[in-house]
């Protein structure tokens, strides 16, 4: 099969490769591209589209992973010939994830593929064994062509085939090296028309670059079914899977591993992990809603006075423009200076917090930390502030508050727009202003 280069940017063809399109002018665009050659019809095919209604209804066949934490991020288990993107930072534990979900599949639903093309087969033996896995329904193939993969996929006919990972892979009639744009997009797409073809739920292990985003085309994240993303600081035990799409349940579920010498086990009850025991001057609890579930996540702030012309504004796992906005609140609705101030605001243990939901304790963190004075201790915060100091009314409030009660909270301060839940034991402080809560949880006067 011939292939041409392709202008990712305006379209434009040439048989060869050129850095800059003579087109456009844009500069390395040309992607390589298989030319199918298609036989002309003499006549159109007759086809006919029929009501939706008389589509017969088919069971999903969903396969359940048996961790619980893993079959609620995929909407309750694995889907009969769906297509996964798993992607994560180097070394962040896809490969150990992903071996552990075959063993568990191998087991209860019959024998699985795991292909790689980055690890020989011995170093998986190792991290088999080291997992507790006998491995004795996992068949292995430590291979990277795209061809051969097919056709022993298709002799196993496995419940489950893994491909560690995507950038490894290639197709013979590409010229491009594994891993550039046109062999991810080529082979994804041949794996897609196979998973859906012969009903083989597959996954593919996919590198992100250093800007966080899966490596390969675009393309690749549209034609999965599933888009899973494994997050978490290297440097700390646990780690978030996300699903940022998901054709057969909701995103922006989460599941919470903690990344043992045994594999990954689940979390139970994750709001504990993202809270300190003591209550201390910067420090608020927050309750956010990640998918379905509430969460607790303690938010810290360190403010010191500035040595430089342009205070700090440094956050971990926050948005820093978020934290802007939040500042010049406090400063022009509040009345607490902040623009001599370096600022450091943390969500403790790596989770990522991007609710407005948030606002509110982070608000209350940083004004703690200004004035060194600790909020009481077993108090949550739940609001979204405006840029004139409002606090606005958050969804989910009942579930939020019910989290907090579960984990032993005694105070709530909640937007007073929020109609207050039934049955809530907590002492319930409802605000109106930015203002009015820093004067109650400081007891200040501002
Ligand atoms: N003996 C061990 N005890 C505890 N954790 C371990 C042990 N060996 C490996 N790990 C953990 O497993 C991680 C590596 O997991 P894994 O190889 O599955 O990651 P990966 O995401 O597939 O990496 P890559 O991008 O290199 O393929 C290590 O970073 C470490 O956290
Ligand atoms: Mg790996």
New binding site residues.
């Given amino acids: 099969m011939k292939t041409r280069f392709v202008c990712q940017n305006c379209g434009t063809s040439s048989p060869k490769w050129l850095g800059k399109c003579p087109t456009c002018g844009e500069f390395n665009t040309m992607v390589e591209e298989l030319v199918e050659r298609k036989k002309s019809r003499a006549r159109p095919k007759s086809v006919t589209a029929v009501s939706l209604a008389k589509i017969p209804l088919m069971k999903e066949g969903r396969k359940s992973v048996g961790i619980d934490e893993l079959d609620r991020v995929l909407g309750g288990g694995l889907v009969k010939g769906s297509l996964i993107l798993l992607g994560?930072d180097?070394?962040?534990?896809?490969?150990?994830l992903m071996l552990q979900i075959s063993d568990r599949i191998a087991r209860s639903h019959g024998n699985t593929f795991y292909v790689s093309g980055?690890e020989s087969a011995y170093q998986v033996r190792i991290r088999a064994e080291?997992l507790g896995t006998d491995g004795i329904d996992i068949n292995f193939l430590a291979e990277t062509e795209l061809e051969t993969i097919l056709s022993c996929a298709a002799d196993l006919k496995p419940a489950l085939m893994v491909i560690d990972s995507i950038q490894t892979i290639y197709k013979a009639q590409l010229s491009s090296a594994p891993g550039s744009v046109a062999q991810v997009r080529e082979c994804g797409s041949d794996l897609m028309k196979f998973a859906k073809a012969h009903g083989i739920t597959t996954v593919l292990i996919g590198?992100i670059t250093k800007f966080g985003v899966i490596a390969g085309p675009k393309t690749l994240e549209h034609i999965v079914d599933t888009v899973l993303y494994f997050e978490g600081e290297?440097n700390q035990q646990y780690r978030i899977l996300r699903a940022i799409k998901n054709r057969f349940g909701s995103t922006n579920e989460i599941g919470v591993f903690e990344?043992?010498?045994h594999g990954l086990k689940e979390v139970v009850n994750p709001s504990s992990l993202f809270i300190s025991a003591t209550a201390s001057a910067g420090s608020a609890v927050i309750s956010i809603i990640e998918g379905s579930r509430p969460l607790l996540v303690e938010v810290q702030a360190l403010t010191s006075p500035t040595f430089f012309n342009y205070p700090q504004r440094v956050t971990t796992g926050i948005d820093s423009k978020r934290l802007s906005m939040l500042l010049a609140v406090l400063e022009r609705r509040v009345g607490i200076n902040v623009h001599g101030l370096d600022c450091f605001v943390n969500a403790v243990g790596g989770i990522k917090v991007f609710e407005p939901s948030s606002d509110l304790g982070i608000i209350l963190a940083i004004a703690s930390a200004i004035k060194n004075r600790p909020i009481e201790e077993h108090t949550v915060i739940v609001g979204e502030v405006g840029l004139a100091g409002e606090v606005r009314q958050v969804y989910g409030i009942e579930s939020r508050l019910k989290e907090a009660e579960k984990m032993g909270f005694k105070r709530a301060f909640i937007p007073s727009k929020n109609a207050l839940p039934n049955h809530c034991k907590l002492d319930i402080i409802g605000v109106e202003e930015v203002t009015e809560a820093v004067r109650i949880a400081l007891s200040i006067r501002t």
């Fill in positions: 994560g180097p070394g962040i534990g896809k490969s150990t980055e080291r590198h290297k990344m043992t010498e």
